[in-house]
T-cell receptor
Framework: NAGVTQTPKFQVLKTGQSMTLQCAQD?????MSWYRQDPGMGLRLIHY???????DQGEVPNGYNVSRSTTEDFPLRLLSAAPSQTSVYFC?????????????FGSGTRLTVV | AQSVAQPEDQVNVAEGNPLTVKCTYS??????LFWYVQYPNRGLQFLLK??????LVKGSYGFEAEFNKSQTSFHLKKPSALVSDSALYFC????????????FGAGTRLTVKP
């Protein structure tokens, strides 16, 4: 089925560890983004990309890195995990170079940092 | 920066009754407005959007929303609620002058009782 695939679904990290959250889409969408969802705060944009080789920061980028070497993949890297990064992370993609066509979201990665 | 307010954390309605989920926004220019729905342990799903044109926008699953520029609102409505409509609903806004900064509200949990 076409869509956005996120792995892993669940992850527990120790403070200071690093890891990469994977995101892949097979819809040839140019626009991809990463959000974190925290109770009572909605979704906050971490990083986004308008096409391969182009990335930019969103509202809460500190502690996270991204790259976009292909149209399909947009991994999110946590460099040194902190308890404040405990959250549910969603990857989203959209047709074209902007989110105006409506996002397609992945099913999320629930991350706990202890 | 643009922002979204969803003034109700929780909305309860009886099945068959009309429902309204409220959203107000703040942007410097003209807005792009969206509604998304999230079912338990799932990613968000796109419901509808307002880009330009008619102020009444129709979307998926019988939902509609009305753009009111003077009141800076974009309330989600449905004439007859179903138990299966119970979910978390998010309003989102983007300023037309900023291509990639989409801001989400904190969400409203809708419960439809039989």
């Amino acid at each position: 089925n076409a869509g956005v695939t996120q792995t892993p679904k669940f992850q527990v990290l120790k403070t200071g560890q690093s890891m990469t959250l994977q995101c892949a889409q097979d819809m040839n969408h140019e626009y991809m983004s990463w959000y974190r969802q925290d109770p009572g705060m909605g979704l906050r944009l971490i990083h986004y990309s308008v096409g391969a080789g182009i990335t930019d920061q969103g509202e809460v980028p500190n502690g996270y890195n991204v790259s976009r070497s292909t149209t399909e993949d947009f991994p999110l890297r946590l460099l040194s995990a902190a308890p404040s990064q405990t959250s549910v992370y969603f990857c989203a993609s959209s047709y074209g170079g902007t989110p105006n066509y409506g996002y397609t979201f992945g099913s999320g990665t629930r991350l706990t940092v202890v | 920066a643009q922002s979204v307010a969803q003034p109700e954390d929780q909305v309860n309605v009886a099945e068959g009754n009309p429902l309204t989920v409220k959203c107000t926004y703040s942007v410097s220019g003209n807005p792009y407005l969206f509604w998304y729905v999230q079912y338990p342990n799932r990613g968000l799903q796109f419901l509808l959007k307002y880009i330009t044109g008619d102020n009444l926008v129709k979307g998926s699953y019988g939902f509609e929303a009305e753009f009111n520029k003077s009141q800076t609102s974009f309330h989600l409505k449905k004439p007859s609620a179903l138990v299966s409509d119970s979910a978390l609903y998010f309003c989102a806004v983007r300023d037309r002058r900023n291509n990639n900064d989409m801001r989400f509200g904190a969400g409203t949990r809708l419960t439809v009782k039989p």
